[in-house]
């Protein structure tokens, strides 16, 4: 259940005039164990064949594989022909696509003693001959040490190369990568020419169950030659047989006229039947010089159709708006006018019972752009902290190591300030020797006192804190009168006659906190949340509440406004439930629909609660802090989540085609997935609502739908838009293929692709959708 109030709309199967299907790539070692022919074409068009480097990955290194102080062995590792993968050597043999890793999926590559890995267990090694490998997602780092530190930095400034080169292709340059790694796979006996036999192989490779009848007369009409082989330019035109887009073409047409061109006054009234902010004559010409591939087309300022698919497969032409891929809104506002990206037990990699402590979970979660950590502080030998889930199995990390895990990586991604939420189980002894880690690890990036220029009656800004850190913690209680003068003993006295219950839990809590660590928190006090009602005091800006799950969903049903109001100038902090042993995560949309700032996540935990969390975070620069809508930041505001008026907008979505989804049993050839596309929405309760396609039979590789969607929104500026694919299955519950999810504010109208992403984050390219988009307001 997604969420707690769904219509859902399901219809029957329709079958595909023409089948067809696709994967992700999964090169695979030749089973002579990686032998080559010299014939390089994917890397060719990558431009990378005489690189050095390369070549020597493409040789392969036996490197060391560190997993622990005695587990040290040694690996053969090489790169594939596709350039996109590197094939490795496993002690046990497993199913060719376990031998595998992709380049796109690697997060990072460090050199030296740069991970928790290389720290403990690789003391034998010099750092000159070290190298991590980060991957996205939840594979774990894979610590390397090479035989010399030449071969070492072969390694990294390959693999630098690459992932670079792979940034900067296009959709359509990936789409032509892909096939032909593909094509060379399905060229059994290596002789550049294709028999029918591989052609088919090469079908069921990319997920196509084409009806064998006509794909042999789709083969003959390629076949010139009539040798019962393609080969060169049959090759090329088969792939472009099965590689067109009618969709495409049926639209380009409709603009273009019977020149089968697109001037530059034509592709402006497509721009604006888009539309296309700031669709003018210049910007089509400028789109026509960025995208056409034919250059007297472009001299002559005319757009062909591959120019057209260029520009539609592009970022300029995907369903997130360009403009928010980057830092534009209002950073000048106070930390409470924001989401802020949040993280629940951040150094867990797994369940919070038996799961693995490790620092390298903080490095995943600044790579994500979280901006709010947790540290489980808890007594630890030799006086110094550690970190782990209490009273568990979990394994524990030292305090300082994820300290200086801070300081290494914490503005690698973003700038703007670090929350460190200090979960603190300490006695005062090591409650000081946690604040000095922090003060002399951290230095002047560490926040210790309040900014000069900051106004006492709101948080400072994002902007303000740029590059620092802040403690949010139990604070000591400075006893203050109303107009925030230091209180006598006996205005003290007085104010405890009035508030004899309150000061008595302070003075309790007080003699748990160190002087030393309360001075480290300044602008996040962590506070209990008592009442939503008006207080003799009014409540201060740097007081922070935590909630879990269960109190903040009680809160929004029974105060709704007043919870809103509250977190107007206040933040508050949500994070699961202790039930949830397997570190599940709860629905964050809810908490934001209260305006709730911190909302905690187990970042380890894939599943569409973290797609919303990244969907919500993906825009803004990916900087981890996203502005509320204002009906969130004013602090007489009238809004209710559960209340939010009558309908404001209609989104209508017409699901068209798919193309290039990826294989889900690479290891069984007549595998093919029967893909439906679900459109879900999530935002305030009277919203949610989820409506899906028809299942196509057989085809991942292009298949139609041509089915419309339509959702009524109450409060717009909230809702979450995601795009799933599933493969069918009538007797057990679909399997996920891919999905994308953004804010509705950030999605453009008119003709999209929306690139997909695996469960764990990693692009799934070439694998995309193509839908049309409107929305319309009243």
Request: hydrophobic share 35%; net charge neutral; charged share 25%.
């Amino acid at each position: 259940m997604l969420c707690g109030r769904w219509r859902s709309c399901r219809r029957r199967p329709s079958e595909p005039s023409v089948p067809a299907q696709v994967a992700t790539p999964v090169a695979l070692a030749p089973p002579d164990g990686g032998s080559r022919r010299p014939g390089l074409r994917a890397l060719k068009k990558m431009g990378l064949t005489e690189d050095e480097d390369v070549r020597a990955m493409l040789q392969g290194s036996r490197l060391c594989k560190i997993r622990s102080r005695t587990w040290h062995k040694e690996r053969l590792y090489r790169l594939q022909e596709d350039g996109l993968s590197v094939w490795f050597q496993r002690r046990i043999p497993r199913a060719p696509s376990q031998h595998i890793f992709f380049v796109q999926h690697i997060e990072a590559v460090r050199e030296g003693h740069q991970s928790e890995g290389l720290r403990r267990f690789g003391g034998a090694f010099p750092p000159a001959r070290c190298l991590t490998i980060a991957f996205k997602g939840r594979r774990k780092n894979l610590d390397l040490a090479a035989a010399t530190a030449e071969e070492a930095q072969r390694w990294v400034r390959g693999l630098a190369k690459l992932r670079a080169r792979l940034d900067a292709m296009s959709q359509r340059e990936r789409l032509d990568h892909w096939i032909h790694a593909y094509l060379h796979r399905a060229d059994s006996d290596q002789d550049s020419k294709m028999s029918f036999k591989e052609i088919k192989s090469l079908l069921r490779m990319v997920n196509v169950d084409m009806n064998d009848m006509y794909a042999y007369r789709l083969f003959k009409e390629c076949d010139h030659s009539n040798n019962e082989r393609l080969e060169g330019a049959e090759i090329e035109e088969f792939l472009r047989r099965l590689l067109k887009r009618p969709e495409l073409e049926e639209i380009f047409h409709r603009y273009s006229g019977e020149d089968r061109v697109l001037s530059a006054p034509e592709l402006l009234e497509f721009l604006e039947d888009q539309r296309e902010d700031g669709a003018t004559l210049a910007h089509a010409q400028k789109l026509i010089h960025t995208y056409e591939l034919n250059e007297t087309a472009k001299q002559h300022e005319l757009m062909t159709l591959d120019g057209f698919m260029m520009y539609l497969l592009s970022p300029e032409g995907a369903a997130l708006d360009p403009a928010h891929t980057c830092v534009f809104q209002d950073m000048g506002q106070p930390l409470s006018h924001y989401f802020i990206s949040s993280s629940h037990n951040t150094y867990l990699t797994d369940s919070q019972i038996g799961g693995l402590s490790s620092t390298e979970a903080y490095v995943r979660a600044f790579a994500q752009g979280c901006r709010c950590v947790e540290l489980d502080c808890w007594e630890g030998p030799g006086g110094e902290p550690i970190i782990y889930h209490g009273h568990t199995l979990t394994s524990k990390i030292l305090f300082r190591d994820v300290v200086q895990t801070v300081r290494d990586h914490a503005f690698t991604l973003s700038p703007y300030p670090v929350i460190l939420s200090l979960e603190n189980h300490c006695g005062l002894e090591q409650q000081a020797v946690m604040a000095h880690h922090l003060r002399t690890i951290l230095g002047d990036v560490l926040v210790t006192q309040g900014l000069d220029t900051q106004n006492p009656e709101e948080l400072p800004s994002p902007e303000q804190l740029k590059g620092r850190v802040l403690v949010k913690g139990k604070k000591l209680p400075a006893a203050r009168s109303e107009d925030g003068r230091i209180l006598s003993d006996q205005e003290e006295e007085e104010e405890e006659e009035e508030e004899e219950v309150e000061a008595a839990e302070q003075r309790r809590r007080a003699k748990q906190i160190s002087p030393e660590l309360s001075a480290l928190v300044v602008y996040c006090c962590a506070t209990r949340l008592r009442t939503l009602r008006p207080n003799p005091v009014p409540p201060q800006p740097c007081q922070v509440s935590s909630l879990n799950e269960r109190k903040a969903k009680k809160l929004i049903r029974e105060a709704g406004n007043s919870f809103v109001r509250h977190n107007a100038h206040q933040l508050t902090r949500v994070y699961p439930l202790g039930l949830r042993m397997n570190s599940a995560n709860y629905s964050p949309q809810e908490m934001w629909n209260s305006g709730c700032q911190l909302v905690a996540l187990n970042f380890q935990t894939p599943g569409y609660e973290m797609d919303l969390n990244a969907g919500r975070f993906l825009i803004n620069g990916q900087c981890g802090y996203v502005l509320k809508p204002a009906c969130l930041r004013q602090p007489d505001t009238t809004f209710d989540p559960e209340c939010p008026g009558p309908p404001r907008t209609t989104l209508t979505i017409q699901v068209l085609t798919a193309q290039q989804l990826p294989k889900l049993n690479t290891e069984k050839p007549n595998s093919i997935v029967d893909p439906l596309v679900r459109v879900e929405v999530h935002g305030v309760p009277a919203d949610c609502a989820r409506k899906e396609t028809n299942y196509v039979l057989n085809n991942g590789f292009n298949p139609r739908w041509g089915q419309t969607l339509q959702f009524q929104l109450r409060a717009p500026e909230l809702a979450l838009v995601r795009f799933v694919v599933e493969d069918y299955d009538a007797t057990s519950p679909n399997d996920f293929v891919g999905q994308f999810t953004l804010p509705l504010d950030s999605l453009k109208q008119g003709y999209r692709h929306i690139h997909l992403l695996s469960k764990d984050g990693a692009s799934l390219s070439p694998a995309t959708l193509f839908v049309h988009i409107r929305v319309q307001r009243f």
